[in-house]
């Protein structure tokens, strides 16, 4: 089980991505748009700048929902492969089932 206060700085993280992501996205599009001026592009890459790090969705970190687990996460299922195999094994995910051959 991962730290608690990992889990609320990711949550939070996550939380602030979502919140900027419409103005990141508006940015990101004025700056590769070649059909303004530079002046327009390089104001539009300043005010990308000037947003916190924090608000991006490329820092923030998959977790398994259930465990918090940071590694071995698949983003399907959105867990980790621990939690995935008991689970399955268990049989409460639909559609998955044990190969066998």
């Known amino acids: 089980m991962a730290k608690i ?3 609320a ?3 939070r993280q996550i939380r602030e ?3 900027h992501l419409t103005l990141r996205r508006e940015l990101r599009k004025k ?3 070649e059909s303004l001026s530079d002046e327009e592009r390089l104001e539009a890459g300043f005010k ?3 947003l916190p790090r ?3 969705e490329v820092r923030v970190r998959n977790r398994c929902e259930i465990s918090g687990r940071p590694r071995g996460y ?5 867990m980790s492969r621990i939690a995935f195999r008991e689970l399955a094994n268990k049989g409460l995910i639909p559609g998955v089932t ?3 051959w």
């Not at 698949?74 to 959105?78: D, V």
């Open 5 to 7: 206060s990992k889990i």
């Open 9 to 11: 700085r990711t949550k």
């Open 17 to 19: 991505s979502q919140k």
């Open 31 to 33: 700056v590769k748009n």
């Open 48 to 50: 990308l700048q000037k």
């Open 54 to 56: 924090r608000t991006s």
């Open 74 to 78: 698949l983003r399907a299922f959105k």
């Open 98 to 100: 044990k190969s066998s």
